[in-house]
């Protein structure tokens, strides 16, 4: 296997009251330094809370924000957007929100040619053909193509997003909280078709949610994000069985689960820490009924535990 | 907020800096020289230069803006040639009596229109709507000089209840009731558009607001309609109206130039129409930058009224 | 462009100033063929001549000059500098407002900074200044009209223009291959177009105004040449003699800009789609009732509602958001209503205490009662003091449902204060009990905190506490936690739990989600396009549902420790609420179905305490 995507310490800074010259007085780190790898054919899925630096990560693979430091590799070549269509080729994007990703004065044809028309240089009459057969791929029907944005729901809606992302013919695909608009009979109907269209067309996909059962249900292996930083990763069916950092298990304790009785999952109420401020350890001691001193003085490294498993902690779970 | 303000106003100096920079440029386009204005155009050639050397008009341009700058920091304004007497004294007078016009329309304004605004909002689509958007729609289609002259034919030619014109009556006048009753005419004939601009927008920003969550968790909780409508929605959409209103006094203020004239009320707008139509220069740089940076100031205020009531504004 | 049309001519106001202006663009374009008198011809003689002098219609001018032909001539080119004026700005500033809000950063910065600088004018000191640098005139008066305008064009584009440019589809334009110029053309420009065009039509009565006054001080157009101001400012000379000449021309004045401003207006109405789809209506203090009969109660709960139906009317179309739903929920239980969005869950709800928003929602039907008072059509007042006192809801978004301008502890005090007479101090003392009720930790500090400085947990509590304020007999939460992450909704999920064993709570859980259903609702009803189709306790429901969409809905959602696998899906999507098939609204979903399925009204069966709404249920044996 070949690696698709590999991220080499890449990190994001926000600027927070930021004069108009001069450097900006505070900065946020979104994503602290990140290393990672998906190899080909493969699905990494991404999972975290709101704020933990998720999406900043996925809108950096492809070039809509630029990273503060480190570096991007896609199939071998390093990060290059400079030639927008030969990038476009390589990697695209579904979005979270189906509607607002499609622009809701063109027609849905419009929006489907634009990948072909600037990234590959067809003719009218391959286009056409082209949307055709992008279209019975994604079970849509071809007379949606003259209809406008709000004429369909979220699932069909989502469902021309992932089309469009198909048009550019690219190998690897961000998919940014696909189905967290939907309802879960409509997300059961993406996730499939994801699935199929993996199959189909040997994609490698990165799949980032909020949803633990989502993202276990459609990766091979699994990244856990907690305040920017990955602080466990390791095959999906382990995981959350085995979690090695307590965020992990926190987070799978809380899951509501069906036959499982209501427990508070923890027993300090408190959340995420003040970005501006950032605590100068571990970041999630002040929530680890294991923290200890050393937790909150030094920053615990990524480092191998057991077979495929990473975990950032001083005191891991026993697996 | 003591912080918070003095930034305010410390970030007003770049603008007053630009006002007089954009006032001085646009001046400096005068075709034609104000010493042959100011000689009339029998001057002999050695007159005219002389002058001008006197005035300091040989200089660059870059020049004479830095030193027309030090001056009015020391607050020597010029002198005004048309009136021959100094720039600043003619413009406090008469910016007295514009303030007192613009004011008193202002406050009307505020008032009337908000109160228009919410009541119509709070019966949308009853009579009460129907007459007020009527009426907002009347008052910002009427010109304002044109208002004022339908009054003065009404109220002081048919019905003689009001003087015609001027701020205080020539004879035996002088006293507060002479003043508002010079006053209450030309002050309603200019708050008229302003009223109408401000219940326009008071009546959409409480729509808005009315169907925000919070107004029925306010519901939900069970307080009583009066206080939703003028408490939790008001305060919520004065939010959007405060702005407005720093922008409305911009145009009070301008339409007070018509005003004055109309009713031949000794403002500085009137003074500036005439200044220009004399080609009275320094007069009218002065009299623009005084104005402009009075204006400046208030909307200051009305950013600092604005943080006080929304605390999402960082201060 | 044909609904903007249909729905313009729907607009009678704008009609009326359609037709109006039409009449006086025909007129003044038909001018230069009209038997008029020159209009600049002076013959003193014949000064001051009153209307309807036979030669002159509208009678002469101080200088004799026919007034139906100056105002003619004079409209004429007032008309032809205001639209160009609007036109020039709206250009020049939309160009502007777009650069800046689509590049963003230092781009933004600078070009803002210089359009703040001209707005700190008072614009006519600014129009004023370019007429004196320019020298009197109308093409002059227009340069400045235009130029004074084009920041307000620039500043309110610009901010369109922003929204836009964070949108998804752009950042897909960006994927796609397109370059800033075409993204602009092909993305930004058509979004924004509409504001442009309502900003023009809404300001092109203003400008016609503002160029009849710079006219009428004598800056604008110059004698003879006559437009409409400088005949009013001629005209004002001779106010009190001959107050017909100042009337004529302002009254066409008046007759312009009102006609525009109606048929802007109108523009403005057709193009933005919050008020075509109605949503810029003001909902009512409580929910429009118009019912024809008040059933029979059926339950014996706290609260029981029996049939509710709830309409939403928009135009002529009817969306039966919820039809006929009957629940019943006791003091220390907790009712779980589950459905997808769109099945009514929520309107259902907010129906029982008149929440739902009206216009355009009404409730058709039913009756909701606690302790046997109907609350449905119950008088306002009484209706008022039961919100909040027995009854208290939670809502979704705790962001959106706190006022954002009110700090957290004078909301509490204020949901007390609303129904006991009690004193500001001890309101608020009461309120940092009731903070300390939810574990809101330094609840003293925290009472004085706006919502915005809270977290998403923490304000959730708030919402929590602010529901609990008069010891309430029910509470009726609405997806309280769909908003939350998971960490916190399960400190929320088992703080809720806490509270109705402690106090005796009757509890109304909404939400989509099977899980929180299953660990907190001793009942649960599934809901689907409007309806209950199937009821029972929680437990046997998910282990044994009877009714199809039940347990298609439980197949879908997949569970942690399931690994990777496929999931079920239900083909097809919910019917919309304005066109229900007859029969069952499941089957054309329903892998089950018959013929019978289509015809007649299924009705809800029950059977051993549950019920379920289908002729073919799946009854499994325990």
């Given at each position: ?319 | ?315 | ?391 208290a809801?939670i809502?979704?978004?705790p962001?959106?449902?706190l ?5 957290v502890g004078?909301q509490l005090a204020?949901a007390i ?13 009461r309120a940092i009990e009731l903070l300390k009720s939810v574990r809101i930790?330094?609840p003293?500090?925290r009472a ?10 923490m304000r959730q509590r708030v919402g929590i506490a602010m529901a609990l304020a ?25 703080l809720?739990?806490?509270l ?123």
């Open positions: 296997m070949s690696a698709a995507l590999k991220l080499d310490n890449l990190s994001k800074s926000f600027p927070v009251g930021k004069p108009l010259f001069g450097p900006p007085k505070f900065t946020v780190k979104a994503v602290r330094p990140v290393s990672l790898t998906v190899e080909t054919g493969e699905t990494l899925g991404i999972v975290g809370e709101s704020g933990c630096g998720k999406s900043t990560l996925a809108r950096m693979l492809v070039g809509l924000i630029p990273p503060t430091t480190g570096r991007i590799e896609i199939e071998g070549r390093a990060f290059d957007n400079a030639d927008p269509a030969a990038f476009g080729r390589s990697i695209q994007y579904v979005f979270q929100d189906p509607i607002s990703s499609l622009n809701p004065r063109k027609t849905i044809r419009q929006i489907m040619e634009v990948p072909l028309k600037r990234l590959h240089r067809m003719n009218k009459a391959d286009r056409a053909r082209r949307i055709s057969e992008i279209f019975a791929a994604v079970n849509l029907r071809d007379d949606f193509l003259n209809r406008y944005p709000h004429e369909f729901s979220g699932g069909q809606a989502q469902r021309i997003g992932i089309a469009r992302a198909l048009a550019a013919n690219a190998r690897i695909l961000i998919l940014d909280e696909p189905v967290s608009a939907l309802d879960v009979s409509v997300q059961a109907q993406v996730l499939n078709l994801l699935a199929k269209l993996k199959r189909e067309f040997g994609l490698t996909y990165l799949f980032i949610s909020h949803d633990l059962a989502v993202v276990e249900a459609v990766s091979d292996r699994i990244a856990v994000l907690y305040f920017g930083a990955v602080v466990e990763i390791g095959r999906a069916e382990a995981i959350f069985n085995r979690p090695r950092h307590p965020y992990t298990k926190l987070l799978a304790d809380s899951a509501p689960v069906v036959g499982r009785p209501l427990t508070a999952p923890e027993g300090k109420e408190t959340e995420l820490p003040d970005p501006l401020n950032p605590p100068p350890g571990c970041a999630f001691a002040a929530r680890c009924p294991r923290a200890s001193e050393l937790c909150r003085q030094s920053e615990p490294q990524l480092t191998v535990m057991g077979e495929y498993q990473l975990a950032a902690c001083h005191h891991p779970l026993d697996s | 907020m003591g912080s918070y303000i003095l930034k305010r106003l410390l970030s007003a100096i770049p603008v007053l800096l630009g006002i007089t920079i954009i006032v001085f440029a646009i001046m400096a386009m005068i075709p034609g020289d104000p010493a042959t204005a100011i000689l009339g155009s029998y001057a002999t050639p050695e007159n005219v230069e002389k002058l001008n050397r006197d005035l300091g008009l040989d200089k660059p341009a870059a020049a004479r803006y830095f030193i027309w700058l030090g001056n009015m920091l020391t607050g020597d304004f010029g002198q005004s040639f048309a009136l021959n007497r100094p720039v600043i004294h003619e413009v406090l007078e008469r910016f007295s009596a514009t303030l007192v016009l613009a004011g008193t329309a202002f406050v009307l304004c505020c008032f009337f229109g908000i109160l228009a605004g919410v009541v119509s909002a709070s019966r949308q689509y009853g009579l009460a709507d129907k007459a007020i958007t009527f009426a907002v729609l009347l008052g910002i289609s009427i010109p304002s000089f044109f208002l004022g002259m339908m009054m003065i034919l009404l109220f002081a030619v048919s019905l003689k209840w009001l003087p015609v014109s001027g701020m205080y009556a020539i004879y035996g006048g002088g006293d507060l009731w002479d003043l508002l009753k010079h006053l209450a005419m030309p002050a309603t004939a200019l708050a008229v558009v302003a009223t109408g601009v401000i219940a326009r927008l008071s009546r959409s920003a409480m729509l808005e607001v009315l169907r925000q969550d919070f107004i029925r968790t306010a519901r939900a909780k069970g307080v009583s309609e009066h206080r939703v409508i003028w408490g939790h929605a008001l305060r919520a959409a004065m939010v959007s109206i405060i702005p407005v209103l720093g922008i409305q006094a911009g145009f009070v203020l301008s339409g007070a130039v018509y005003i004055e004239i109309v009713f031949q009320w000794p403002g500085v707008g009137r003074m500036l129409v005439d200044a220009i139509l004399k080609r009275d220069i320094l007069l009218v740089q002065g009299g623009v930058v005084l104005v402009a940076a009075c204006y400046v100031i208030f909307n200051i205020m009305v950013d600092v009224a604005q943080s006080l009531l929304d605390p999402r504004i960082k201060t | 462009m044909r609904l903007f049309l249909r729905l313009l001519a729907r607009n009678r106001l704008a009609l009326a100033g359609a037709v109006v202006l039409g009449f006086v663009v025909l007129l003044v374009l038909m001018t230069p063929v009209l038997p008029l008198a020159e209009p600049n011809i002076t013959n003193t003689a014949d000064r001051f001549q009153r209307p309807f002098t036979p030669g002159h219609l509208l009678g002469t001018d101080h200088l004799g000059r026919d007034l139906l032909s100056r105002l003619l001539w004079g409209t004429r080119l007032s008309l032809a500098v205001g639209f160009s004026a609007a036109v020039i700005a709206a250009t020049i500033g939309a160009a502007i407002g777009i650069v800046a809000g689509y590049f963003g950063g230092r781009t933004d910065n600078l070009i803002m900074r210089g359009v703040d600088m001209l707005m700190a004018f008072p614009y006519i000191l600014l129009a004023l200044a370019i007429v004196a640098a320019l020298g009197p005139g109308l093409m002059n008066a227009l340069i400045a009209v235009a130029a004074v305008n084009v920041p307000f064009f620039a500043r309110n584009i610009r901010g369109i223009t922003v929204g836009i440019a964070h949108k998804e589809f752009v950042d897909a334009a960006k994927l796609s291959g397109m370059g800033h110029g075409r993204i602009i053309l092909s993305e930004i420009l058509p979004n924004v177009l509409p504001v442009i065009v309502i900003a023009m039509s809404t300001t092109v009565g203003w400008m016609i105004l503002e160029t009849a006054g710079l006219s009428f001080l004598g800056l604008g157009s110059q004698p003879p040449q006559a437009d409409l101001g400088s005949m009013l400012g001629e005209a004002r000379a001779a106010l009190i003699t001959s107050p017909h000449t100042s009337v004529v021309p302002g009254v066409m004045i008046l007759i312009i800009v009102m006609s525009i401003n109606l048929l802007g207006d109108g523009v403005r109405d057709a193009l933005d789609p919050r008020l075509r789809s109605g949503a810029l209506t003001r909902p009512m203090a409580a929910t429009l009732v118009d019912r024809d009969s008040v059933p029979e109660p059926s339950g014996d709960g706290i609260l029981t509602l029996d049939g509710i139906e709830t309409q939403f009317h928009v135009g002529d179309r009817i969306y039966r958001a919820v039809g006929g739903v009957s629940l019943s929920v006791g003091p220390g239980e907790c009712l779980g209503l589950i459905g997808e969005s769109g099945s009514g869950k929520s309107v259902t709800a907010l129906s029982i205490m008149g929440l739902v928003a009206s216009p355009p929602g009404v409730i058709t039907g039913g009756a909701a009662r606690y302790r046997g008072r109907d609350l449905i059509g119950m008088p306002y007042r009484e209706l008022r003091r039961l919100r909040g006192d027995r009854i809801y809502f979704q978004d962001l959106a449902t006022h954002p301008l009110y700090r004078d204020e204060r609303c129904h006991h007479a009690i004193g500001r101090a001890e309101a608020h003392d930790p330094n003293e500090s004085r905190s706006y919502p915005h400085e809270m977290s998403g947990g008069n010891d309430p007999d029910v509470i009726i939460a609405d997806e309280p936690t769909t908003a939350l992450d998971v960490t916190v909704q399960a400190q929320i999920l088992s809720l739990n806490d109705r064993r402690d106090r005796g709570l009757a509890i109304v859980f909404i939400t989509h989600d099977f899980g929180v259903v299953a660990q907190l609702c001793d009942r649960v009803a599934v809901m689907y396009a409007g309806r209950i189709v199937e009821e029972g306790p929680t437990a046997e429901i998910l282990a044994r549902p009877a009714h199809p969409y039940t347990s298609r809905l439980i197949d879908c959602v997949p569970e942690l420790g399931g690994g990777r696998r496929e999931l079920a899906a239900i083909p097809g999507l919910p019917p919309s609420v304005d066109d229900l098939p007859a029969g069952c609204a499941f089957a054309p979903r329903c892998d089950k179905k018959q013929s019978s399925c289509a015809v007649g009204e299924v009705a809800l069966k029950p059977r051993d305490g549950r019920a379920v709404r289908c002729l073919y249920p799946d009854w499994r044996p325990a």
